[in-house]
Structure formats: C-alpha cells, structure tokens
DNA sequence: TTTAGTGTATTAGTTTAATAGTACACCGCA
DNA sequence: TGCGGTGTACTATTAAACTAATACACTAAA
C-alpha cells in the first residue's frame, strides 16, 4: 500500500478502515482481519496496525474479544459517518475556503475545474 | 507561534513565508529577516528556519546573497501564486470533491454551510 | 487436553524532525 | 583594518514513528 509521507502510518491505516466501514464491508459487529493479517495486507508492521486498531477502539468504531479479534461496534457506521462530517464542515470546508479566498479563486472556476 | 503537529515544522514556516510574499509583505527583492531574526520571531531554532530557507531557495521563490541575507527572487509572488494555485486544483480539490461524494454530502448543503 | 489463532507486552534498533551550541567564512561599513 | 551581522557547517541530543523479533495469556475447536 501506499502511504502519503506527511502523516503517521498508524492513523492512514484507521482512516482506511473507517472507509472500508463506511463502504460497508464491515457490517455492524463483523469480525475484522487479525492484527497480523491486516498487517500483511497493508505490507506494515503489526505494530503498527495495533496501533490502528487501539485508535480506532477509543473512539468506540471497533472492540476487542479476549483471543479472539476486533469487531465493528453497535452503530459504528453512523459513528464513522457522523465523525467525517463534523470534521468536512468544521475544518475541511472552511480551509477550502480560505485557500480559495488567498488565491482569488471564484465559485465560478470550481464550478468550471468540477466538471 | 502555534504550529500542527502532523507537519513538519520547517515546512510550515516556509507556506507562511509564501503567504506573507502572497499578502505583499516582502515585494520582490526585497530582503527578508535574517534566519536568526526571524527564528525569534516564530520561537523556533535557528536550524530550523534555515532548512525552510533552503527550501524556498530550492524553489526559486528567494535566493542568497553571500554574507548578506535572503532576498525574494524576481516574480516570487506569481510563483508562489500559481504553484498554490496548480496544488488546489490536483490536490485540494479533488480531495474535497471525493468527501463530499463519500460522505453524501450535496453542493446545496456546502453553500449553506459557507453563509 | 492440545493446538492454532487471537490480542498484548516487551525490548531493541532505525529514521526523521527538531533542538542546542559552537565555529567559520563572507560582506558592508566605520 | 576591524567589527558586527550575514549564511553555513558541524556535532550532539531528544522525541516520535516505524520496524523487528520474541514471549505470553486468552479463546475456540479438534
């Protein structure tokens, strides 16, 4: 897989696995892939995936069976989608706009550049 | 200063040094603050801002004068603008295009939003 | 009970960014 | 000439992210 360099691994890993949820290929109390598995998927330390997967469980997306895996928890689809969308309009949105702003660009050339 | 912690702090320096030649507040040849002045100004080691001046140089946005100081290179301002301008369009922009449709969220909710 | 697959914990090493302090060559100017 | 301000080079240290390898307790199933 690749990986932009700019932000930790640990946390692209989580962001691909909150799409993947979003997507729908982990249903609500679905078993993800082990650890090791999702490691050897993504070609990255196990390490590094457990750092994934801790990050994601404080967040109440997915949760821990003793020995036997991590799971999607209860409404965690919602909880992906609800989180997203916070962060689009409290932070993505407005830095949308304040680059279009410093470089004189028009809702007109966006409009266009979408097409 | 305050700086984001997922962004290489020199870096950083360097986009605020282009959105300072972008604002008009170092015209073209103009000399900018020495690298130990302007490491006091942000609070950050000299080091530091010297790797952000490197940076700007390998760009051709300012350029040296020996024993004398940085200076903003002839057409810094337009270059800085249109290298803004050519990172929003391939980057930025698709980028939030590709949430929105992810996220479902409709051009009629963004420019509610952005009132 | 044994076995294989879970997550977890630990230790060690590498890389990159940033800090800190020092020394040096260059330039303008008094 | 000599001084003070330039950038530059160098070494050392810290912290974070990542890699690597190992060991261990837990669980389900044979």
């Known amino acids: 897989m690749q990986f932009k360099d700019h932000k ?64 999607t928890s209860l409404g965690a689809k919602e909880t992906v989608r609800e989180s997203l969308r916070e962060a689009f309009f409290q932070e993505t949105l407005p830095e949308f706009v304040g680059q279009m702003q410093k470089l004189g660009i028009t809702v007109e050339e966006v409009e266009q550049a979408m097409k």
Chains 1, 2 share one sequence.
């Open 8 to 71: 930790p691994i640990f946390l692209q890993i989580a962001e691909l696995i909150c799409d993947e949820i979003l997507g729908g290929k982990y249903p609500e109390g679905e078993r993800l892939p082990s650890v090791r598995e999702y490691a050897a998927e993504v070609e990255v330390n196990v390490n590094t995936v457990v750092r994934s997967f801790e990050w994601l469980s404080q967040k109440d997306i997915i949760y821990n069976k003793r020995g036997m895996g991590y799971y």
